[in-house]
């Protein structure tokens, strides 16, 4: 049984930081891309990074680059989401999921099977 634990979600105020931690367990973590995406109230989930099964490759949504950085530990089997300069409109429960395809890397929801349950980050401005 998959299963993805998201952490390190809170309050904070505009400009700071917070790093996000998802760890997995129930499949081989290695050979999956990993993703993180956000949902605010009244909005679709949306993409917010990806990195491949390897680390090697990563992508951002435009309105976060330069801003978060995406990683993976596979000894680990845990990903994070490290964000920086955090602003009001950053404000949205944030997921991680798992690839459902062995080596492949996806911006699109669909391409995720599995997902965590979710954390709240909330920036005051």
């Known amino acids: 049984q998959v299963q993805l634990v998201e952490s390190g979600g809170g309050l904070v105020q505009a400009g700071g930081s917070l790093r996000l931690s998802c760890a997995a367990s129930?499949?081989?973590?290695?050979?999956?891309?990993m993703g993180w995406f956000r949902q605010a109230p009244g909005k679709e989930r949306e993409f917010v990074a990806v990195?491949?099964?390897?680390?090697?490759?990563?992508s951002y949504a435009d309105s976060v680059k330069g801003r978060f950085t995406i990683s993976r530990d596979n000894a680990k089997n845990t990903v994070y989401l490290q964000m920086n300069s955090l602003k009001p409109e950053d404000t949205a429960v944030y997921y991680c999921?798992?690839?459902?395809?062995?080596?492949?890397?996806?911006?699109?929801?669909?391409?995720?099977?599995?997902w965590g349950q979710g954390t709240q980050v909330t920036v005051s401005s």
């Open positions: 999921a798992t690839g459902r395809k062995l080596w492949t890397t996806s911006l699109a929801p669909e391409d995720y099977d599995y």
């Open positions: 129930g499949r081989t973590f290695s050979r999956y891309a």
């Open positions: 990195i491949s099964w390897s680390g090697v490759s990563t």
